[in-house]
């Protein structure tokens, strides 16, 4: 395993756990994902040639890699790449992680969806509305995983303007979960910086676990063996530490409890 490290607060309630990743080999059980007759999404994709690609259940028969076990996501590893754990510091859930490689970066997050449905159509429309209620811009277009958004999100600059920073958000449905990608910088724009972080999106295995959830729940993340432990929540009063945001991606809202749990 890599070292692990405190990083710079990133967002409003959360503190960040990097690595460089050099991961150990990591594998699911076959039986995290029970069996039922009940028809489900799945996670694999046709390409142009017919093969098939992830992101991978923990029960499909997956792709021989080098995987970091981050409880709901197994990551694999790029060389080169850091991958930032972001914690709240109210619970110290990790509720997402994102790997910065070469001036670009993937966030990634999982959460619960139904059995029978999947949900990145519902949820591509419900981002596309907030970022344009925002003052941002957003194109709904076709990419290596299906349908995608291509945003510009309103950003403050240091002078005090208004600018745009480009995203792309991409998302995958799998058997009662949901996988959402959102790439910012230099993959957000140019194909050639995005394609290793797409490949990495691809080869993510996805633990959902056997417990009854709530559509669009988030299933929690968790630091690897060898990571230290987060700091306790500061006193109220205490100053934030120094240093700008990143763009807050909220995940999205758990749906009402009358919904199917799957």
Known sequence: MGLFRRGP???????A?????????????????????????TAAAPTGDGARVGPWDAGDALPELPRVDLGAILLPGVAGME???????????VSAASVLLEGSSLQVQAFAAPRTEGIWDEIREE???SITQQGGTVDDLPGPF???????LPVRTPEGRTGHRPARFIGADGPRW????????????????????????????????????PPRDLLALKLPEGAPTPPAPPEAGTPAPEGGQAPRFQPPARGPEITEIG
């Open 146 to 152: 299906g349908r995608e958004l291509l945003a510009r």
């Open 127 to 129: 981002i596309a509305q």
């Open 178 to 213: 949901f996988l959402r990608g959102v790439l910012t910088g230099k993959a957000a724009v140019e194909p050639d910086a995005a394609r290793a972080l797409e490949d990495l999106f691809g080869q993510i295995v996805v633990v959902r676990g056997q417990d009854p959830r």
């Open 83 to 93: 991958v930032r754990l972001e914690v709240d510091k109210a619970t110290n859930v």
């Open 9 to 15: 607060k990133k967002a409003e309630g959360s503190e």
């Open 17 to 41: 756990a990097d690595v460089v990743a050099t991961p150990a080999a990591s594998t699911a059980g076959q039986d995290d994902v029970p069996a039922d007759d009940a028809p489900t999404p």
